[in-house]
């Protein structure tokens, strides 16, 4: 009889193990719901009153405190465009035309959703920092060196191993592209030579 | 026998119970941390900042390792809120000249209300909030929190011009969270009896400002 009781104790200890595991396991292991637009997806539903239980926890994991998408659309990558996870010890190319809204940015953060160290407090380039070419395109290089050590003011630098986070954020963006978010034209994201 | 399919039965129930609320609680105890913690930080500035119910954080750089994914095109100011003891009133003189917005998020995480620089045509916000028990007196442009406590977070987006950063200071300067007189002051002493009571580690802090 006390053992059975043992027994009947530990399943019912077993399944609320297995309920909170697997609440768990479900919103830090499986990626967040969204659109996708070249290497980078966007979670329509971050900071509304509209997000289901799923994505309201998810949110207040990765990105608690974000603005709704009609004032600012929020895009993430931890992938370049082959699909390789990106790492903060090699060098990449960002490439595109400049996102249509009243601001934009792009920012580097490390595996641990922080800001890399550096003197030159140098952590994004965007609406007022890029540097456009005679056709309007920005290229900026993320990474630990410059791609030109003499004007490395389109460079966000790295730090350490590991990974590597990015996020475009549109604050205020245009009708079109806050309708349809996926249909943004996307940064290009490739890797610049040889990974160490 | 029967009795063993019982347990099983009510074993997978607990099990599914456990996964919703899990599901359901986090989000809620996140930004009832991030409440808790903002108005700490509020009450522990210096002299006459604590009195605007109204944190200035540092500006956003590598060494900042308590919020996660913040964002160091802004300059922020937050405000932790309860409105249990009746409505607060915001206020902010706002003429900065870039984007700036005021977010406002319910303890369950949603952004329910965002004023901005275009959606302000005045030179100033100022704007009652009022708690949802309270939400049948609302009078015209009140802004209705659905949940008593919540968070409101100032953006304002800087640059690494000095002339920039100073009109910003300045302006997240003006914003006040503020009650009554008589509400502040029952609230002051509930809040000095509960952190008397719990002595959060500070070192745990880890906010997100995206």
Redesign the interface.
């Known amino acids: 009889m006390r053992r059975q009781r043992l027994i009947i104790a530990s399943l019912y200890i077993a399944a609320i193990f297995l309920g909170v595991g697997s609440a768990w396991l479900w919103l830090t292991r499986v990626g967040i719901a969204g659109v996708d637009a070249g290497a980078w997806r966007v979670n329509l539903l971050a900071g509304s009153q509209n997000a289901d239980a799923y994505t309201r926890a998810r949110i207040a994991l990765g990105a608690v405190l974000a603005l709704d998408r009609s004032e600012t659309l929020y895009y993430t990558t931890q992938r370049d465009d082959q699909g390789e996870p990106l790492r903060a010890e090699c060098r990449y190319k960002i490439e595109g035309s400049p996102p249509p809204a009243r601001w934009w940015s792009i920012t580097a953060y490390g595996q641990d959703h922080f800001l890399f160290p550096n003197t030159e407090r140098r952590y994004s380039v965007g609406t007022e920092s890029a540097q456009l070419d005679s056709a309007g395109r920005f290229s900026l290089t993320i990474g630990p060196l410059p791609a030109n050590e003499r004007d490395n003011r389109a460079w966000i630098p790295t730090a350490g191993k590991g990974g590597l986070r990015l996020t475009l954020r549109l604050y205020n963006p245009d009708p079109a592209v806050q309708q349809s978010p996926g249909s943004l034209a996307a940064p290009a994201i490739t890797l610049s030579g040889n990974c160490p | 026998m029967n009795r063993w399919r019982i347990?099983?039965a009510?074993?997978?129930v607990?099990?599914?119970?456990?996964?919703?609320?899990?599901?359901?609680a986090?989000?809620r105890l996140?930004?009832d941390r991030?409440i808790t913690l903002g108005s700490g930080d509020a009450q522990d500035q210096s002299g006459a900042q604590a009195a605007t119910g109204v944190y200035l954080p540092p500006p956003?750089?590598?060494?900042?390792?308590r919020i996660?994914?913040?964002?160091?095109?802004l300059l922020y100011a937050t405000c932790a809120y309860d409105l249990r003891d009746g409505p607060l009133r915001i206020r902010m003189a706002a003429s900065y000249p870039r984007?700036w917005?005021i977010?406002l998020?319910a303890s369950?995480?949603?952004?329910?209300s965002?004023v901005?620089d275009?959606k302000t045509p005045g030179q100033r916000i100022d704007l009652r909030l009022i708690g949802p028990q309270a939400a049948n007196s609302a009078a015209p442009g009140d802004v209705i929190s659905?949940t008593a406590r919540g968070?409101l977070?100032l953006r304002l987006?800087v640059?690494?011009d000095p002339a920039v950063r100073a009109a910003a200071e300045a302006t997240r300067r003006t914003l006040r969270c503020e009650r009554s007189k008589a509400q502040a002051e029952a609230a002051d002493t509930d809040v000095r009896s509960k952190r008397s009571h719990g002595a959060d580690s500070k070192s745990t802090k880890r906010?997100?400002?995206?």
């Open positions: 347990h099983i009510a074993a997978v607990l099990a599914i119970a456990f996964h919703a609320l899990t599901v359901w986090l989000p996140i930004m991030i956003t750089d590598h060494t900042q390792r996660v994914m913040p964002n160091p095109d984007y917005s977010a998020y369950t995480t949603d952004n329910f965002v901005n275009r659905p968070f977070l987006l640059n690494n906010i997100s400002f995206s």
